[in-house]
């Protein structure tokens, strides 16, 4: 194999895995420290290793590659990640509603997520970077998301579509930590809660309710918080009444977001029975923070084919059109 497309596997495979950031930042700078190079200068082992973002172990994987073997560490990673059979369920999912670019706190910019879509197969993704006051994971300001809205048209290409979106954070009183305005003009709006998740169970309720209940919002993001696994360890379930919540996201047209990162498995399956009894939509999304993590999809999907959720209920099974008018209802 090419060493480029070496090192962008590798990389791809420590995204999916969740591994190091750094780990799989790296693999990502020595493809492009390499890219456009000739089999010539790729076989300049002396020149490759003064090349700015060629490290000892991106080195081996391009010298195994030139080699005609398949590099050790790929190896290795592609058989930790083995190989699971699909789900039925995953087959019909067309897009990915939540994602995340270095906007924000993503690992790298726009282009290689939407390639990565559409090595999926993606006919559209979300871009959905976080909201101002998550200064932790450098939310976008208006005037940043009026500049990122500006060039996402400009990614578009036959059979795919980059959607314009937000990760938008709930306020402590339900509201909306964005411009109305731009609210209105984005695609899609993912809402979700990133702070004081042990508020009371009356007041998360009631905070949820109203983001769930607001016309901008088109999707309820990972509706507990809780993380059930990973580096960042574990957090417990919000305190909520789900039948309240579900029975507003039902009654407004709002999805809840089943998503598909491991670590997060939210909302868990007794909650995702008690809004298919609400008869709440549902989105399967990655939540992906790099290129690789597009793939959690497998995650969410065969949890909601196990879970009994049918096809038509998730909206991003549904084709761009009617994905269109859909968000477009509320605005």
Not at 89 to 99: A, F, I, K, N, V
Request: hydrophobic share 40%; net charge negative.
């Amino acid at each position: 194999m090419h060493p480029h497309d070496a090192l962008i596997e590798i990389a791809t495979l420590l995204e999916r895995g969740r591994s190091s950031r750094y780990k799989s930042q790296a693999f990502r700078a020595a493809a492009d420290a390499i890219a456009g190079l000739s089999d010539a200068d790729l076989a300049d082992g002396a020149s490759l290793r003064r090349r700015r973002g060629v490290g000892d172990s991106s080195y081996e994987v391009i010298r195994q590659a030139l080699e005609g073997r398949i590099p050790d560490r790929l190896r290795d990673l592609r058989a930790d990640a083995g190989a699971e059979e699909p789900s039925r369920l995953r087959s019909l999912l067309r897009g990915d509603l939540h994602s995340h670019s270095d906007w924000s706190d993503g690992l790298t910019s726009i282009d290689p997520m939407v390639e990565a879509a559409r090595r999926l197969g993606h006919e559209y993704l979300a871009l959905t970077d976080h909201s101002p006051r998550l200064r932790v994971a450098n939310g976008l300001t208006a005037e940043r998301l009026r500049e990122q809205m500006a060039i996402v048209p400009g990614f578009a290409s036959d059979g795919f579509t980059l959607l314009t979106g937000i990760e938008v954070d709930i306020l402590d009183d339900g509201g909306l930590d964005q411009d109305p305005d731009l609210l209105d003009r984005l695609d899609v709006v993912v809402a979700s809660a990133h702070s004081k998740l042990r508020m009371d169970r009356g007041p998360m309720t009631r905070r949820l309710v109203a983001a769930a209940s607001n016309p901008r919002v088109d999707v309820l993001g990972h509706v507990t918080g809780r993380l059930v696994e990973g580096a960042r360890g574990t957090r417990p379930p919000s305190a909520l009444d789900a039948r309240e919540v579900f029975d507003a996201c039902a009654a407004h047209g709002t999805a809840v977001e089943i998503n598909s990162r491991p670590e997060r498995q939210d909302p868990p399956d007794e909650l995702i029975a008690v809004a298919l009894e609400a008869g709440c939509l549902f989105a399967i999304d990655s939540d992906a923070h790099a290129p690789g993590q597009l793939s959690l999809l497998d995650h969410g999907a065969a949890r909601a084919e196990r879970l009994g959720v049918p096809a038509d209920r998730i909206v991003t099974t549904w084709p761009l059109e009617r994905l269109r008018a859909w968000t477009a209802q509320g605005t």
